[in-house]
């Protein structure tokens, strides 16, 4: 089976939420108006799901940090999470 990014699901998650958590903490405009631990510590939440194999909710806190944040996300970002999101309805997860 030929896989799209060449990396598992859960792989695929973590490292996408990283680099989206990342540019969140790292902007002082999106951090200043948050103060939830939901999204100070979402990376930290989303590793917790994946290592008990709880992709769907993974993928669900990873939208919430997106909304939550209000975030511009690249195209590149984009394209990976709507690849993620069929993934998981393909799998019948979300």
């Known amino acids: 089976m030929t896989r799209f990014f060449k990396k ?7 490292d996408l939420s990283g680099q ?3 540019e969140i903490l790292t902007n002082e405009k999106l951090m200043s108006a ?3 631990c939901g999204i100070k510590d979402g990376e930290e939440i989303i590793l917790e799901f994946l290592t008990h194999r709880e992709i769907g909710l993974a993928y669900e806190h990873l939208e919430y940090v997106i909304s939550e944040s209000r975030i511009e ?9 709507k690849y993620i999101e069929q993934k998981l309805k393909k799998l019948k997860v979300i």
């Open 8 to 14: 598992s699901l859960k792989k695929e998650i973590a």
């Open 20 to 22: 989206i958590l990342t």
């Open 34 to 36: 948050m103060e939830s």
């Open 73 to 81: 996300l690249t195209t590149e970002h984009l394209t990976r999470l």
